[in-house]
């Protein structure tokens, strides 16, 4: 087990320690009853004093993730990991790892009947047609697509269609400040290993995306957050933020924002570009969805208004074209642009070809655009069926905010309420959504819960959320009942 | 620009400085003509006395990467970047990166008539017209491939066929073993993230594959490396090696060796299983083409005779079978193989689901192995036509290493001449190769170039080879006439 903590960060180091170890408990490094060093060892490997350690573990504990046995040392919380079916010989193979936290793959493990905790589309929602026709097409007139590499930035072809399209988009840029990766996934990563290491802060939103929490974690960073609101990141505390430290970058997903929908407005755009370049950090603009909007578009695209090269705009097409192609891409320019394109290398030399000549005629010839209308209508729909059951379903002290466009409801339990207990007792009759801690770069989110309208078939939706209210109803009826009870795990 | 060095490693201070600066140079990240940091800054930023930065100037200046001006201060050497569009703005973009090195995308950005710098397969020896009916097959079955996401660790049906192929390679693996990757380098990559660290000491052979030695040191790892003969790594030099420091992992291409060609003997195997248990150090078996055999297979795989989980194997299937979907794959077990599935989630979510099953019929129905044993037979014609051609036409003292399998020769100048000198003037007739100075951790390998005899037409291979000879000869007679030249950049 080795901690990273920083020293330089205005975050406590007890926090730091607490952090650092939850992270491992709740991604599965650490194992079920697995026993942590000691008090004395803890203080010397990380240098702090043993009353440091102490109070980490003290909040490790508050949280039901360690249990300590007197005389016997402390030990990972039993409900908290897999089952494993390593011999003794492999999982005490000493190899210090440097993957401080990877949470987002606990939740794709195992399926579910019913699972609304994945942001996907169901596949009939998806031109399923034009991608098999682009596909024929492609190995009747160039099945040495099949056979070759293609370039390690990405195809030039596709490159030029991304470029147009997001010209539509309002963002000026050339084929050659566009780099192809697999997925959004790997355009967070590249950006995280490129230029986010363990002395720097990267400021999140609160709530975020949990994959790119693991991304930024990953790399040993301190992960700060500023809470949200109906018009986006609250600038306000972004600025009283940086009174305290400098980040090196800032993660946004400014337009139906991932997980509570809502859109930053454009003064408060106007005002993260301008902080970014006053203080010379990036900015990471994820854009996984601003094209399915229910009401309006949303404002132009921070990288729109981009005038030093400090944004990094980044769209996966996984999610709203292909998945079974995933592929995504990022804007970028400059020295920044060649050290993300480096790091492509490092990481895979390239996206294969195939996938991006089989998405590239829906760019070309413009259908790209007719099959997005029809998604959003559809997802409008359903956003629409969503609201609808939880009006009619959900329990007293059940909230909600309305979102505006993207895949997601953004659901809020009563005080004391977890959102975590809920999803146990959801599995049980197989229904799944996320919990927010899983979106809370400090796991503080209990009693919060992401549900995606968007991967299952319409009646599903219906059925499963009329269920998971019901689910809802009951958990928290027990609740009231067991009064005074920890609202932790 | 951040400079990392290793106050644990037993490599002087001055060669490490060395060494980050060339990278930077090497790899492009430090623009031809700019300035660097002066001997008292640098000496600060490192915590080093000026008379160590002095000292690793001094060796930059002697390779001819750097050089000083009196009065001005300390240059990158003009021709050793890229021309550059990006405004002075963006040139000094004040954001510290994490990528110390990334070369190997160097060789690969323009394109020339006759290339013999890459390892890959021309498009007319791998079975396109397999793989066109598969996927014609899989769109009408089964189109919805288009438009779903796979594992995160791969599509199980391939997992199951691969660990049924390897089998047959006796190598033992349960499908839960099997991670699939996007090619062999992202696979390399995985493990330099999850288990190499600035801390840490990796050993790979002399020379070596250049975008592994990428990957290791963009981690910041300390690079150290083993020289190889024609039974592969020198088992005796890395004994005297590990006298001296424990590696964190030792990287391997055991079976006809990249750039040479050698083959490690089962004697060597066995010690260098034995070593890595008893120092506890992963061992890291890449096996591009074993596949690819002129004379006879070589010994069992080192994964084969693994007993304790250090090994991790790794296999790209790109080369041999389709580049268009460049997949890849690793076997390990255990903790090691749960570190590498979360660090797959945090790089990209998993490989796209369309190429995995584009490919697995050809592993279902056996036809793999009858294509594989078709590019042998091609390959073993190519790689005769490659020795017949330099025996006609190479000029004297030049030698070459007779390899047994793989894709490449690896051809030596003699004493005194620089193939990166010899590049410069093959590229003006339109050829290219990879000098060895790419495949060598420490930018040794002067003299040395690797041709690989697979990616062109046979005509170009024979025609492209000739006219090298004849550039050789010139570059050589001309060496000798300006006798006294540094046989240095």
């Known amino acids: 087990m080795k901690l990273v903590i920083n020293r330089q960060s205005k975050v406590p180091l ?31 490997m990380l240098q702090v004093s043993p009353v440091t350690v102490v109070h980490a573990l003290d909040l490790l504990e508050a949280e039901g993730l360690i249990t300590r046995v007197h005389g016997k040392g402390t030990f990972v919380y039993e409900e908290h990991a ?59 007139e160039e099945p040495d697509v099949l056979v070759q590499y293609g370039e390690i930035q990405g195809d030039l072809a596709l490159r030029q269609a991304l470029a147009r399209y997001i010209s539509g988009e309002r963002i000026t840029a050339s084929a050659h400040e566009i ?30 995306y ?41 993660y946004t997903i400014p337009s139906f924002h991932n997980p509570t929908g809502s859109v930053m407005s454009v003064k408060r755009r106007r005002e993260l570009i301008d902080i970014a370049s006053e203080v010379n950090c990036l900015v990471l603009e994820d854009d996984p969805w601003s094209e399915i909007h229910f009401d309006e578009p949303p404002p132009p695209h921070l990288k729109s208004m981009d005038e030093t090269g400090n944004v990094i705009y ?59 209308r029809r998604l959003r209508e559809t997802l409008r729909e ?42 146990a007792e959801a599995e049980k009759v197989g229904i799944r959504f996320l ?6 770069p400090n796991q503080i989110q209990w009693r919060h819960l992401r549900i995606s309208f968007s991967p299952t078939t319409e009646a599903d939706l219906e059925q499963g959320l009329t269920t998971l209210c019901h689910v809802m109803e009951r958990y928290l009826s027990l ?11």
């Not at 650092?20 to 060093?37: C, N, Q, T, V, Y």
Request: a positive charge; proline letters at 6%; one cysteine or more.
């Open 14 to 44: 007890a926090q730091q320690i607490h952090q650092a170890i939850a992270d491992r408990i709740l991604s599965g490094h650490l194992e079920r009853g697995a026993r942590l060093p000691s008090v004395r060892q803890l203080a010397k």
């Open 314 to 372: 980044i769209k996966g097409l996984g999610k709203i074209l292909s998945p079974g192609c995933r592929i995504g891409f990022l804007i970028a320019t400059g020295p920044v642009l060649e050290r993300l394109v480096a790091a492509k290398t490092n990481a895979d030399l390239g996206n294969p070809l195939l996938n991006q000549r089989v998405i590239l005629p829906l760019f070309e010839n413009g259908s790209i655009r007719e099959s997005l």
């Open 210 to 250: 949990t994959a790119a929490i693991d991304a930024f974690r990953s790399r040993g960073a301190t992960v700060l957050s500023v809470p949200v609101d109906e018009h986006g990141m609250r600038i306000d505390e972004l600025t009283g933020l940086l009174d305290r430290c400098t980040p090196k970058l800032i």
């Open 82 to 140: 897999k089952t494993d079916q390593t011999t003794e010989r492999q999982k005490t193979f000493p190899v210090v790892d440097y993957l401080y936290r990877s949470q987002y793959w606990q939740y794709q493990k195992s399926e579910v009947p019913i699972d609304f905790a994945q942001s996907v589309v169901h596949p009939s929602l998806l031109p399923t047609q034009a991608l098999a026709d682009s596909i024929r097409r492609l190995i009747r």
């Open 382 to 423: 359903r956003r629409n069926l969503t609201l609808r059951v939880l009006e009619r379903h959900a329990p007293d002290g059940v909230t909600w905010k309305i979102p505006k466009g993207g895949f997601n409801v953004w659901v809020s339990l009563p005080e004391g309420a977890n959102a975590n207990e809920l999803m």
């Open 435 to 440: 919990p927010g801690s899983a979106c809370d």
């Open 179 to 208: 780099l192809v990766t697999n997925g959004s996934q790997q355009a967070i990563d590249l950006v995280a290993r490129s230029f986010v290491g363990p002395q720097d802060v990267v400021v999140t939103e609160e709530p975020t």
């Open 479 to 489: 609740l009231v009942n067991k009064k005074g009870k920890s609202p932790l795990f």
